[in-house]
């Protein structure tokens, strides 16, 4: 028999994923720390607040009565009911407990819809700079991301006037997130209203990402299902829940999709974790609502710390972002290029920071992303040791 060698390259795709570079920056920073540096960590997007103690405690519960097995793909239906009872008592929008799917994250929820509703060779419009893995989720479907440049003038927010004008024959939809990464600009009620009038007329999906619903500063903050009652909603249990490691969220889609969906997630998942649901349950509870309460005050105090001192040092911040945990922050006074200026900061101020490249191609090259995912004493340190390194 003659031997064959084995084709040992990988599939295509996997060449058109660009890198996640938050996460190689997050690599390297660990590598220093393990090296014995110091480094302040304002790179990755997650709480560093551990996951509230309710919540925990919940999840100690359920490990020890031995709820280890599958759910049903769609999640437990009392978490399915928590979920659909938090849109009416914070939004006073009424859902379906049967229009509620959990998920494996916000991500395993943005993988379902784009295998949902996109077929090869269509097109999601979505605002750039935005999400970055958003683009690679339709890839895996055979669809593209059709980026739209949005700026600091209108709280880089996609309008309805952008996006009828990128609409495209093969465009199928539009994935928005509000509040956004890495902006933290937040789309207005009536925004919403009237993205959903452009989106319906051309009969396309309204996918909106509300990850970030309850972490905003003063805005009030609305669920796109206020104004379009068929959007679709990703959310997730990671950031104002502080779950990120739990890897629990979830859609919230018409009826008439979830067939579909529990098709799709049968197959792709199986079940969202066990653990992390029965632990969910818990996070609508007021002893734990209460201190996700008090860790927004905490992301506010930072955010007012970290936005006057960024600009006092130079960097050029046009929008006070009204949600999430980021400033987006351009350093052209200091830079052509932000991604070695990062590498920079991080091997010679052991400050980590993300590359505005990361988030698109639009205006990105000299721009950065702070996450104030820290306490307020290390942002101090993070702004003195920027500013002597900016001096030396
Ligand atoms: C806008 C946005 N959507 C989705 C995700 C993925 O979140 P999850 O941890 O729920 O998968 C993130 C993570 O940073 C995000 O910023």
Redesign the pocket.
């Given at each position: 028999m003659i031997e064959q060698e084995l084709p040992r390259r990988w599939a295509k795709r996997v060449d058109r994923v660009a890198p996640f570079r938050v996460m190689e920056i997050l690599t390297r920073a660990k590598q220093l720390e393990s090296e014995g540096a110091d480094i302040i960590h304002m790179e990755v997007?997650?709480p560093d607040f551990p996951t509230p103690k309710p919540i925990a405690e919940a999840a100690e519960r359920a490990l020890a009565a031995g709820k280890t097995h599958y759910t049903s793909a769609l999640g437990l239906p009392e978490l399915r009911e928590k979920i659909a009872d938090y849109y009416f008592s914070t939004y006073g929008v009424r859902v379906k407990r049967d229009q509620v799917v959990v998920t494996?994250?916000?991500?395993?929820?943005?993988l379902l819809a784009a295998a949902l509703l996109v077929n090869p060779g269509d097109n999601l419009l979505m605002a750039d700079p935005?999400?970055p893995?958003?683009r690679h989720f339709l890839q895996l479907v055979g669809g593209e991301a059709m980026m739209v440049p949005v700026d600091a003038n209108n709280g880089y927010g996609l309008t309805p006037e952008l996006l009828a004008k990128h609409w495209t024959p093969t465009s199928c939809g539009v994935l928005l997130?509000s509040p956004?990464?890495p902006t933290g600009g937040i789309l207005s009620k009536q925004v919403l209203n009237d993205l959903g009038d452009v989106v319906r007329a051309r009969q396309g999906w309204m996918i909106v990402?509300e990850?970030?619903h309850g972490l905003t500063y003063g805005s009030s903050v609305h669920t796109v299902l206020e104004s379009c009652p068929d959007a679709i909603v990703?959310?997730?249990?990671?950031?104002y829940f502080g779950m990120?490691g739990w890897?629990?969220?979830w859609m919230i889609v018409p009826e008439a999709l979830v067939p579909g969906i529990e098709k799709l997630a049968q197959n792709y998942f199986i079940s969202p974790p066990t653990v992390s649901q029965y632990a969910a349950l818990a996070a609508f509870n007021p002893l734990a609502q209460q201190e996700m309460e008090e860790r927004r005050l905490a992301f506010k105090a930072r955010r007012d710390f970290l936005l006057p001192a960024l600009r006092g040092l130079g960097f050029d911040i046009p929008h006070c972002p009204q949600g999430?945990f980021y400033l987006y922050a351009n350093a052209q006074r200091f830079t052509e290029n932000g991604y070695a200026f990062c590498y920079q900061l991080l091997e010679e101020a052991g400050v980590a920071v993300t590359p505005g490249i990361d988030f698109g191609c639009h205006r990105t090259q000299q721009m950065i992303r702070f996450a104030y995912t820290t306490s307020i004493d290390r942002l101090q340190i993070g702004v003195d040791r920027i500013e002597k390194f900016l001096s030396r």
């Open positions: 997007g997650e494996t994250g916000a991500s395993g929820a943005l935005g999400y893995c958003n997130a956004a990464n990402d990850i970030y990703i959310n997730s249990f990671s950031k990120t890897r629990l969220g999430a």
